[in-house]
């Protein structure tokens, strides 16, 4: 997963992540939100490469550079293919581009989430791919605030899974260290 930041023009001290929306049926979490990635490919010299070619696939929007190490979520889940119950590990990029935060002149994240609509609202500042429906830029608390995905239950206008939600709140908090923000980890991310 490519975790990317910038900030809206009317408030720049506030951190935003993009995430997208997935298109698709209930058995490929249709509806839900995250960051852009995927499974890595055989061309992939890297892991880092695969979360590089993800988000220019799905946002097209291609890291010039990714921040430290990666970071790390895993979680059970069942196989759609054999039913079995698998461990997956969901890998975290932090994607540092300025293109990304300043692109002709103006910052990336346009699209914001109206919590009286419930939907993102703004001028569209990303171009996704068909896997997606929409994208938007939430701050930390919206994300902290997001619906859980639970199978079998129509997801509401803002849900995720719970893996993907642990990953970009702990690359929020590792982008916070990142810039010198000696911040208490608010994450706990063991299952």
């Known amino acids: 997963m490519a975790v990317t930041f910038s900030y809206h023009p009317d408030s720049p001290d506030e951190l935003r992540v993009l995430l997208i929306k997935r298109n698709g049926k209930e058995s490929s979490w249709g509806n839900t939100w995250e960051g852009a990635g995927g499974t890595p490919d055989k061309e992939d010299r890297t892991i880092i490469h695969s979360a590089a070619r993800e988000s220019k696939e799905e946002t097209q929007i291609r890291p010039l550079r990714i921040a430290g190490k990666a970071f790390t979520c895993s979680f059970y889940h069942k196989d759609r293919e054999t039913g079995d119950i698998v461990l997956m590990r969901t890998l975290g990029f932090i994607v540092i581009d300025n293109e990304v ?47 859980l995905y639970v199978k079998g239950t129509p997801p509401g206008p803002f849900a995720m899974l719970l893996a993907k939600k642990d990953v970009v709140l702990l690359a929020f908090e590792l982008f916070r260290q990142s810039q010198g923000q000696n911040v208490p980890p608010s994450v706990d991310i063991v299952r």
């Open 101 to 147: 935060t300043i692109k002709n002149g103006e910052t990336m994240a346009q699209r914001v989430w109206s919590s009286e609509m419930q939907q993102p609202v703004g001028q569209s500042s990303v171009e996704i791919s068909d896997e997606h429906l929409d994208h938007c830029w939430f701050t930390e608390d919206e994300v902290r605030s997001a619906a």
